[in-house]
């Protein structure tokens, strides 16, 4: 498949869930996740009209960043350790892994130095399984109430990922659990500005994320595809 079919294949299965779901497109953002293609394929993806780029690596990330980095708005969707946040900061506009508070202080410090802010989503592990990055559920409330010390950052959203080798339907529990948090979180007043995004959902379960609220897909081999295709 080309890349112009990858893109729309997955933009007419994006409407068809929506559509299912009741909802607008207009409210389903896409990151297409460029970690498995090279610098020209990024470069294709960019060309193609496609404005966000994820990364999960700044090893992976870096070439393609200085070759292309003003022409998109890059999200960095990895773990991130603290002592690589100075590779990151002031080139990814959006965090989506921030799941920490140690790490919420190096973000804020260096945010702060560089004078911007960061677009961050609060990582949970819904599903619970060991091998998940992400805090306990029950920590979400007291970390975002606790990034109003951290003015650098700006909680826009939770993220989360479906277990990896199951099913679409099975993550299903998993994404509703994450907008019930938001919802939740919300409700009880986490922060004055409320959280909006859900970042979830991956190639093998997007149109499943999408009936349960993700506002931003994370999208790699569907859409951008690997580096062998
Ligand atoms: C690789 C990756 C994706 C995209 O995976 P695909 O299944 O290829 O769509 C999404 N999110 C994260 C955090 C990833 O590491």
Redesign the pocket.
């Known amino acids: 498949m080309t890349l112009e079919q990858r893109i729309a294949h997955v933009n007419q299965a994006v409407s068809k869930a929506c559509e299912r779901a009741g909802r607008s497109p207009e409210e389903v953002n896409i990151v297409a ?1 460029t ?2 293609v090279s610098t020209e394929k990024t470069a294709q993806v960019l060309d193609s009209g496609i404005l966000h780029i ?1 990364e ?1 690596r700044w090893q992976n990330a870096k070439p393609k960043w200085e070759a292309l980095g003003s022409r998109g708005v890059w999200h960095f ?2 773990q991130l350790q603290s002592n690589k946040v100075k590779d990151v900061i002031g080139k990814f506009a959006y965090i ?1 892994s921030l799941d920490r508070l140690s790490l919420a202080k190096e973000l804020n410090r260096q945010a702060a130095a560089a004078d911007i802010t960061v677009k961050a989503f609060v990582q949970v592990n819904i599903s619970g399984e060991d091998s998940k990055s992400g805090m306990p559920p029950e920590k979400a409330y007291d970390f975002v109430r606790q990034m109003q010390d951290y003015p650098h950052i700006e909680v826009i959203g939770l993220m989360t ?1 479906a277990p990896l080798d199951s099913d679409a339907e099975s993550a299903r529990p998993v994404f509703r659990g994450l907008r019930e948090l938001r919802d939740e979180l919300n409700a009880r007043g986490a922060q004055t500005e409320p959280i909006r995004h859900l970042s979830m959902g ?3 379960d997007f149109e499943v994320a999408i009936e349960e609220g993700a506002t931003w897909l ?6 951008v595809g690997k580096e062998e295709d």
Do not use: A
């Not at 994370?218 to 859409?223: D, E, H, Q």
């Open positions: 996740v970690k498995y994820g999960n969707i990895g989506h990922m991956m190639s093998g994370r999208l790699g081999s569907i859409l």
